[in-house]
């Protein structure tokens, strides 16, 4: 079995973390959008070089500049057993890399608005030195003093209910047509988690038991 599996999910689905864990345990890179930006950036890589030029200029990169550093990554010899892809992107980037890389199995982390609320606006970061505080699990010694320096914690705009469920819109206009076309092929495992406090662990099980049938 080389698995080649996307996923998918909104911010605060916490997909990021989830695959970081599952990938080691199948042996296959977790490839994410953002690092993979910066690497290609930094080793100078042919897409690296293109997204540099737009970096720089502080220019949006083009579409099919982020998909080229995405299939340039994933067509590393590292992948070639398998990898998952965490990625927020668009029906056309999935039918570029379709071209060139089957996926097998898209992993939808499906976490209600309430449950992203819920999740992301529980966070503070310190005006000092920038540590997050996520609310839900580690509450500082004293309300809204960081706990590292003293500094002032305070919640960021982008955290605040009403940002987020922008945010969430945005999210939602790439992601549904993505959703279907996955769901068109077949391939598309939905994950739903009804309780956003759940330990990460019982997820990430689920996730596995879910892949391990999806490919029985
Ligand atoms: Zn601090």
Redesign the pocket.
């Known amino acids: 079995m080389a698995p080649n599996i996307v996923f998918l999910g909104p911010p605060g689905s916490g997909k990021g973390t989830y695959a970081s864990r599952i990938a080691p345990k199948l042996g296959i890179p977790h490839i994410a959008t953002g690092d993979i930006f910066r690497r290609a950036i930094a080793k100078e890589t042919p897409m690296g070089l293109k997204a540099k030029k737009y970096y720089n200029s502080g220019k949006m990169v083009p579409d099919e500049i982020s998909t080229g550093v995405v299939i340039e990554r994933i067509t590393q010899p590292d992948c070639k057993n398998g990898f998952i892809l965490d990625a927020p992107y668009d029906v056309q980037q999935a039918r570029e890399i379709d071209k060139r890389v089957k996926i097998d199995v898209a992993v939808n982390l499906d976490l209600s608005e309430e449950g992203v609320i819920h999740r992301l606006s529980k966070r503070v970061v ?1 005006r ?4 997050i505080y996520n609310l839900r699990n580690v509450r500082p010694k004293v309300d809204g003093v ?1 706990d ?4 002032e914690l305070y919640e960021r705009e982008d955290d605040k209910p009403e940002a987020i469920r922008k945010r969430l819109r945005v999210y939602e206009e790439r992601a549904d047509p993505l959703l279907d076309y996955y769901r068109k092929k077949g391939i598309l495992i939905n994950i739903v988690t009804k309780d956003p406090d759940l330990p990460p662990q019982v997820t990430i099980e689920k996730i596995e038991k879910a892949l391990k049938e999806f490919f029985s």
């Open positions: 310190c000092k030195c920038a540590n960081c590292k320096c003293g500094g």
